[in-house]
């Protein structure tokens, strides 16, 4: 099958409600691997852009597709993502499509597809006028995230992080400095003909100038770095860890945070990591193997302490909490099609929840670190200042920093141009009663 098509099932898939890093895989591994750059981008661009693509699709539409024909308004979106996005011909891009209804064996489709296409290279000037001023058009995000992101800063302009959002994030590695420093490993990047340069916060993170595939990365199957955004990488600092620590990552999927915490303090007193979802704990075990890396492993809700919990109090707790993933969005642009507005109470209600029933677990002058990967003040913010005004002996650990922004209660990165995702992390210091 073509990876035309392939990403048609992708984008199809997602719009029914599935997340694009479930579907994703199994549309590569039947791919030809000389093609999967195509395909991965094929469905991140048109994923990226559908809120717009879409808006397009109702005004050359003359009536809506039927639900079971939903792959080929899928293939109409990638056709019109790469007529607007790409540089190739457009005759070659209209031929491609049309031909990629016969993969999806859809043949009565072949005209449908042809004529919306070609219609649209005759109207897009005429539909681009008509559709300036909406919203949604000009950015690419539905109203009402582009209205929550209106209220994240008043330092930022809302442009900015649009911009940031529909921008491709860059690749960031963070090296293991138990095997080496990380001008060494700059230096291996260097004799590779990997461009790369350190970055602005974190101690162990290097930016490449250029995505490359993992097997590229010099030692990178002997753990000497790993593929982790700069914010997430600030986490294992936060924690203000000594080897005599007992740790607790409770939502520890993929790994990443996991791992720096032990590549920081490795004869580290205990590392419990434990995560609800079999199959992201598993990629967590594949992760720690390539590093070279042994904690206690649990597949558990953090929030159930009856289920896995023996008692024994912990000097750190990390809660990376479930979020609606608002900061990085430029990596799973699926979010603006499945995040919904009535999604951010509830996984705010979700974060509070794991908050409190985790506290018991935490030693008297112990620290919770307080993660997500938001930019939404419901989910961060709030969330602190909820739980503090139920517990007396809940008090803020401040965080001083030169990276981001100082909030009420913590800091709050946001997604940066060819800089880190948006991420947020406040420090709570557990006090007596």
């Known amino acids: 099958m073509t990876p035309r098509a392939l990403a048609a099932q992708v984008l199809a898939s997602v719009l029914q409600g599935q997340s694009l890093s479930a579907v994703l895989p199994p549309a590569v591994a039947r791919c030809e691997s000389n093609q999967h750059a195509i395909l991965k981008d094929l469905c991140f661009g048109s994923l990226r852009y559908y809120p717009k693509i879409e808006l397009y699709l109702r005004a050359l539409l003359a009536k809506p597709l039927r639900s079971k024909d939903i792959e080929v308004h899928a293939l109409l979106a990638i056709g019109l993502y790469q007529l607007v996005y790409h540089r190739n011909a457009d005759h070659a891009i209209v ?224 809660l990376d909490a479930p979020c609606s993933a608002t900061g990085v969005i430029r990596r799973h642009p699926d979010i603006k099609l499945l995040r919904k507005p009535e999604d951010i109470d509830k996984l705010a209600l979700a974060q509070s929840r794991l908050i409190k029933n985790l506290w018991p677990a935490l030693k008297e002058g112990g620290i919770l670190l307080y993660a997500t990967c938001s930019v939404l003040p419901r989910e961060n913010d709030e969330v602190i200042e909820g739980f503090l005004n139920d517990h007396e002996n809940g008090l803020i650990h401040r965080i001083e920093a030169d990276w981001g922004s100082e909030t009420r209660f913590g800091r709050q990165l946001l997604p940066t141009v060819n800089a880190q995702d948006g991420f947020y992390y406040a420090r709570l210091q557990k006090g007596p009663l």
């Open 95 to 318: 031929n491609e499509t049309v031909a990629a209804t016969k993969h999806l064996k859809r043949p009565w489709a072949k005209a449908v597809v042809n004529a919306v296409m070609r219609n649209f290279l005759r109207q897009r000037e005429t539909l681009d006028a008509k559709l300036a001023t909406h919203p949604t058009f000009s950015s690419a995000h539905p109203a009402w995230l582009l209205k929550a992101l209106g209220h994240v800063s008043q330092d930022v302009p809302l442009e900015d992080l649009v911009n940031a959002n529909n921008a491709r994030a860059p690749m960031t590695l963070r090296v293991n400095t138990l095997h080496g420093s990380v001008a060494d490993y700059l230096g291996r990047l260097n004799l590779a003909g990997i461009v790369a340069s350190t970055t602005s916060h974190s101690l162990q993170g290097i930016q490449l100038h250029e995505p490359v595939d993992v097997n590229q990365l010099p030692g990178f199957a002997q753990g000497d770095c790993s593929v982790q955004d700069e914010a997430a990488q600030l986490a294992a600092n936060l924690l203000l860890l000594n080897k005599d620590h007992r740790v607790l990552d409770a939502c520890s999927a993929p790994g990443g945070k996991t791992a720096h915490i032990k590549e920081m303090q490795p004869d580290i007193g205990s590392l419990v990591a434990l995560d609800n979802d079999a199959r992201r704990l598993s990629r967590v075990r594949d992760t720690l193997t390539r590093l070279g890396i042994d904690v206690d492993l649990r597949l558990a809700d953090a929030a159930l302490l009856e289920d896995w919990w023996d008692g024994n109090l912990f000097d750190r707790i990390l």
